[in-house]
């Protein structure tokens, strides 16, 4: 079973709107991570928000908003006022406390989303 | 802070060919990953380093794949024998572990493209 879900294989935008990217999860873990990760075309792969399992609050960093539903296993970005720029990847991750085959550390993502702003 | 350095950038090889990846992380940061990704997916993950440790291996690595990290600092990736199949992104990302490990945060090179005909 997959453990990260991305069901939006690409988005489009208008700029100066907000546009929501949805992910759902897998996990029997108490204890997880949640990580949002842009990727432009040049590859490299930017951090964007964490969620903490136990954070009662959902998180925010500028224009980036987490939508977290802990009983529902989703974790959506949220972006403001979107940019030309915001156009790429988006990937959702997940780290367990456990982590992969026993280990700590190992991100799991889903197979993202593409995000187009539209000018 | 210079960030996470991968070279090269593209690598093209004919099928039965080696290649060797290089991974330069940011200074002090003591885990490294490797990944591989494919067109239209998400990473992942195929072994990590604790220094110079090789701690784990996915599934995902056969046999001709083989990587190190000497003295705990940069890391290279050997694939020998290379196959059609083999052609991917491979992304190096980098840590430095503290106590907590839910929310450590992985910086991502850019990747080395590879390209196998």
């Known amino acids: 079973a997959q453990k990260i879900t991305q069901t939006q294989p690409g988005m489009f935008v208008q700029e100066k709107e907000a546009v929501t990217l949805d992910c759902t999860y897998d996990t029997s873990d108490q204890s997880y991570g949640l990580f949002w990760y842009k990727q432009p075309s040049s590859g490299e792969m930017i951090f964007l928000i964490y969620q903490g399992s136990y954070d009662e609050q959902n998180a925010t960093e500028g224009r980036y908003s987490l939508n977290f539903q802990k009983a529902r296993k989703s974790a959506n970005l949220v972006i403001s006022a979107s940019q030309l720029g915001d156009s790429a990847m988006y990937f959702c991750a997940m780290r367990e406390a456990r982590g992969y085959g026993g280990s700590q550390g190992n991100l799991i993502f889903g197979k993202g989303t593409k995000l187009s702003v539209k000018p | 802070d210079t960030g996470v350095s991968q070279n090269p950038r593209h690598k093209i090889t004919k099928r039965g060919q080696n290649v060797t990846f290089r991974c330069d992380p940011i200074?002090?940061?003591?885990?490294l990953y490797w990944y591989r990704q494919t067109l239209g997916q998400g990473p992942e993950f195929l072994t990590y380093?604790?220094?110079?440790?090789?701690?784990?291996k996915s599934r995902l690595l056969s046999d001709r794949f083989s990587a190190e990290r000497p003295k705990g600092s940069f890391s290279t990736l050997e694939i020998q024998r290379t196959e059609q199949g083999d052609s991917a992104m491979y992304l190096c990302a980098t840590t430095k572990t503290g106590a907590a490990s839910t929310n450590e945060k992985l910086f991502f090179g850019s990747g080395t493209q590879l390209s196998v005909l």
């Open positions: 380093f604790q220094n110079e440790a090789q701690l784990e």
């Open positions: 200074s002090e940061h003591n885990r």
